[in-house]
């Protein structure tokens, strides 16, 4: 018997040592498919990264969307053109402007009433 002959001839079994002792140069499981999951795992960090840069990229947008809302109600501000009642209707607008941005979400939320509280303190008090 040497050590290249095919097992699947022999009409009995070997003993377990044997068949370790015979099998010792074989790649095991993961050795054999190592490639596969390398490409798997490849593809996971993959579409992982993708996922984490479309999460940011939304996050951005709606950072972005606020920060308008802001300098809009800066200008409303500032503006000294406007009458307490031109004002006060600008800024019902910008805050119904808000209120439909943020339903469709399209603001964060957080953000969202950070700007309803600034935009609260300029607008008179409703009972």
Do not use: C, W
Request: proline share 2%; hydrophobic share 40%.
């Amino acid at each position: 018997i040497r050590e290249d002959f095919s097992t699947k001839d022999l009409n009995f079994p070997l003993h377990s040592a044997a068949v370790a002792y015979l099998a010792r140069n074989e790649p095991t499981f993961l050795e054999r498919n190592a490639e596969y999951y390398g490409l798997i795992l490849s593809v996971l960090i993959v579409l992982f990264g993708a996922i984490q840069s479309f999460r940011t990229f939304i996050s951005q947008k709606k950072k972005d969307r606020i920060d308008m809302y802001f300098l809009e109600y800066l200008a409303i501000k500032k503006d000294k053109s406007l009458n307490a009642e031109q004002r006060i209707e600008q800024l019902e607008i910008l805050h119904t402007k808000a209120i439909n941005q943020m339903i469709n979400e399209k603001l964060d939320i957080s953000d969202f009433n950070i700007f309803i509280q600034t935009i609260k303190s300029e607008l008179p008090k409703s009972d």
